[in-house]
């Protein structure tokens, strides 16, 4: 069953971000972008303080990225179930509600044929019975008996 995912754009998108972050932060610590924007007063670069920021968002990055890929693999998980109708037990492929017999055809390559299992067969069997004992009773419920004492000759 092809399904057309778009989660792999989620897992890019996050980990842009998380790389815009890095970036960002790792600028403002080395530019000061504050001070180059609204001033021109020195300042001095701290290796430090932008080296722990970095190793903070590496850490989020990484807790995120983990919950991601479970969460992701969840969802492919449950996309792969196949749709079948309650009613009419067709099959949900390709967009298309199908018989049975046309998905197997169609995805498989599969010829079918017809048959009774053996749980089914006893029911219909049973129900069968069942009727023809109905069909009896009325039939002898209809047909009038003769009044006692007289003869038919």
């Not at 069953?1 to 970036?23: A, E």
């Not at 190793?55 to 179930?81: C, D, K, N, P, Q």
Request: include cysteine.
């Amino acid at each position: 069953m092809k399904t057309i995912s778009h989660l792999p754009r989620v897992i890019l998108y996050q980990n842009l971000g998380f790389l815009g972050i890095l970036v960002l932060s790792y600028l403002d610590e080395l530019l000061d972008l504050p001070k180059l924007i609204f001033s021109d007063h020195p300042f001095a670069f701290v290796y430090r303080a932008a080296t722990l920021e970095v190793l903070l968002v590496l850490a989020v990055w990484f807790l995120v990225s983990m919950s991601t890929r479970r969460i992701l693999t969840h969802v492919r998980y449950l996309e792969g179930f196949m749709r079948v109708c309650s009613w009419c037990r067709r099959i949900h492929y390709r967009g298309d509600w199908m018989p049975l017999e046309e998905f197997l055809r169609q995805g498989f390559d599969t010829p079918t044929t017809h048959g009774i299992c053996t749980d089914c067969l006893h029911q219909q069997q049973t129900a069968y019975e069942k009727a023809r004992l109905a069909r009896a009773k009325a039939q002898e419920a209809a047909t009038p008996n003769p009044p006692a004492g007289l003869s038919s000759v």
